[in-house]
């Protein structure tokens, strides 16, 4: 028999000879069983998919507990494999069913696999997760997960789209949804509000939402859940839009004047046409018609030229208030009265678009009312924050900055109105991004005797840092450092009598937990 065709039919033979069943979880939706036999990770993992099934994934809070109870069935104090795999030597977890890897269930100083790829386990004292070389000789016990009922479908293609600005108040909300399992029912939850959490408003099986008419210049949040008659439920992400500013309306005053305003312009037309005459006239009689003359003729005919293109539009219907107060204020500009004008939108922006803690960022606007004001509107990851009043200036401008302390990482969003007129600007976004802490040694590789120094950055300031060093021969030793007003610390080492080979070396803040990046430096013979 061919060598690897003997190979192959004794795995098959091993696989199959698995004794998968210790203890079984079964509910509506899954089936859980724990092996009473110990393997490697990619034997379990075949022995689970040889079943129908395959290697429990646990993507919330929830299934982890059904892990745990499934781990410790049967009184079993065994560590077990989950089917969760380092991707690459990034640190890039995946699920062995591709599904998204968003909740962990680390273990103290977890992942901390070595330059190998890495499997994950449950350990056997708190069911937390624990990586480890992936082996052949490394075995233990592990859970299979079988669907009984497949989840509904993930919300998606929401209308309004994710984000959208001058919604129409008048609006119906719709997603796509179903399910896999063609006999299966359907139902979506609604949450609905002006809040980052909204509320559930309404549970049906269509997949429109009709919220009545809403607030002009509002945010609005919402997401759907979809739960198919078996209980198995599959949540939307949270999609955002804003609504459109309301719509100016004038009385019969305000029509008056902007009669008068009219006749004002149809003064200055006529007086533009008087002084090009009296101009054109003294040409003629002069017969000059140096450089200077000619630019002021242009420059009168053009402004004629335009006047009259814009009266034009004035021959509209005055109950279309907005049309008529665009034709008025086109007037007012191409006439040169100094008068403000209302019919273009302001803006505002933002520099830089992302920051971290500390960040000092410029949101400035443009185009609004003159020596009036603005009201500036802040949605952070946790809500919409409080109004800031803004002065503009002359040209109707106003500059404004915001230092990021202390504020959550995330997506925000960024809009003014004119307190004088009621538009509202564009949307911007920028993004607070968390710092990740950094470490550094000098020299990355030294002999015994010789100091290495060592550095980190971005940790919290005026606190502590754990550092921890693994060496070659697998031992950890670790310390703490206090870090100074920057949030730095500094460290020396001399290697008397150490190890040669690799050392691993890394820091955990001690305020946030976060980890720094792993380095390595080599300690090699003596010189």
């Known amino acids: 028999m061919n060598k690897h065709l003997q190979f192959f039919v004794l795995l098959l033979l091993y696989i199959i000879s698995l004794n998968i069943v210790e203890a079984d979880i079964t509910s509506d939706t899954k089936k859980y069983e724990l092996s009473s036999d110990k393997t490697s990770w990619s034997s379990a993992k075949r022995a689970c998919e040889s079943n129908g099934g395959y290697l429990i994934t646990i993507t919330s809070y929830e299934e982890s507990q059904i892990a745990k109870s499934v781990a410790n069935s049967g009184g079993n104090k065994d560590n077990v494999w989950i089917g969760l795999r380092e991707e690459n030597l990034e640190g890039e977890f995946l699920w062995v069913t591709g599904e998204p890897f968003l909740f962990t269930n680390w273990g103290s100083f977890q992942p901390n696999g070595d330059s190998d790829l890495s499997c994950v386990w449950l350990n056997k004292s708190d069911r937390k997760w624990n990586d480890q070389r992936c082996s052949t000789s490394i075995t233990k016990k592990f859970i299979c997960e079988y669907d009984l009922n497949q989840k509904p479908n993930i919300p998606s293609n929401p209308q309004p789209v994710d984000n959208a600005d001058e919604v129409d108040l008048e609006t119906t909300l719709s997603w796509t949804g179903g399910d896999p399992d063609f006999d299966d029912s359907v139902e979506y939850d609604i949450y609905f509000g002006e809040t980052l959490n909204p509320p559930k408003v309404k549970t049906h099986s269509l997949l429109t939402y009709n ?289 040669v080979g690799i050392y691993e070396y890394w820091g955990v803040d001690s305020a946030t937990l976060k980890v720094s990046e792993k380095i390595v430096f080599s300690v090699i013979n003596n010189k």
């Open 211 to 499: 919220p009545g008419k809403i607030k002009a210049n509002s945010l609005y949040c919402w997401k759907i859940v979809s739960r198919d008659n078996h209980g198995a439920e599959k949540q939307g992400q949270l999609w955002r839009f804003t609504t459109k500013a309301p719509q100016q309306c004038f009385t019969q005053d305000d029509l008056d004047k902007i009669v008068t305003e009219k006749n004002l312009i149809i003064q200055e037309k006529n007086q533009v046409i008087a002084d090009k005459d009296i101009l054109i006239a003294s040409m003629f009689t002069k017969e000059q018609m140096n450089d200077a003359l000619a630019e002021k003729e242009y420059i009168i005919s053009e402004k004629i030229q335009k006047i009259n293109s814009i009266l034009k539009r004035y021959d509209i219907n005055q109950n279309d208030t907005i049309g008529v107060l665009e034709a008025i204020n086109a007037l007012k500009i191409v006439s040169g009265l100094n008068i403000p004008i209302n019919s273009f939108k302001p803006q505002v922006g933002i520099y830089p678009a992302f920051g971290f803690k500390g960040t000092v960022f410029q949101e400035p606007g443009t185009g609004f009312s003159s020596n009036s004001s603005a009201t500036l509107y802040f949605v952070s990851p946790v809500g919409l924050g409080e109004p800031i009043y803004k002065q503009t200036d002359g040209a109707g401008s106003f500059k404004h900055s915001w230092i990021c302390n202390d504020c959550p990482v995330g997506l925000y969003k960024y809009w003014a109105i004119d307190k004088k007129t009621g538009v509202k600007t564009n949307t911007v976004y920028f993004e607070i991004k968390m710092i990740t802490p950094r470490v550094g040694v000098y020299p990355k590789s030294g002999h015994i005797g010789d100091t290495f120094y060592e550095t980190g950055n971005d940790f919290t300031p005026n606190s502590s840092v754990h550092l921890y060093f693994k060496g070659p021969d697998g031992n950890e030793n670790s310390l703490i450092k206090e870090t100074t007003n920057e949030g730095t610390y500094y460290h020396s080492w001399v290697c008397k009598d150490c190890p």
